[in-house]
Nanobody
């Protein structure tokens, strides 16, 4: 069982930065692939970034490549999403997810409650 709690969302101006955190409970955090997804009002959930259990492999959605960075700390049971050069279209609720593999993150059984990111133009 894994419980996920996101934090770090807020209001930022376009071009600014935010760092999201997702704290996980459970002793098996280091065995899970982790990911970030987002959903804006009226839109489908969108893949943002993912990281393998070891942190050795990372993946990004096309819309955030070069601007966002995912990282994890398996000692602190936390995964991070550093978001730079934010655009108004990045505004959404951001969700953290955990799954056995990166490939199954979209069907993950474990999700956080989400954190709101608002980007003003």
């Amino acid at each position: 069982q894994v419980q996920l709690v996101e934090s770090g969302g807020g209001l930022v101006q376009a071009g600014g930065s935010l760092r999201l955190s997702c704290a996980a409970s459970g002793r098996t955090f280091s065995s899970y692939a982790m990911g970030w997804f987002r959903q804006a009002p009226g839109k489908e959930r969108e893949f943002v970034a993912a990281i393998s259990w070891s942190g050795g492999s990372t993946y990004y959605g096309d819309s955030v490549k070069g601007r966002f960075t995912i990282a994890r700390d398996n000692v602190k049971n936390t995964v991070y999403l550093q978001m730079n050069s934010l655009k108004p279209e990045d505004a959404a609720v951001y969700y953290c997810a955990a799954a056995q593999t990166v490939a199954t993150l979209n069907y993950a059984g474990y999700w956080g409650q989400g954190t709101q990111v608002t980007v003003s133009s």
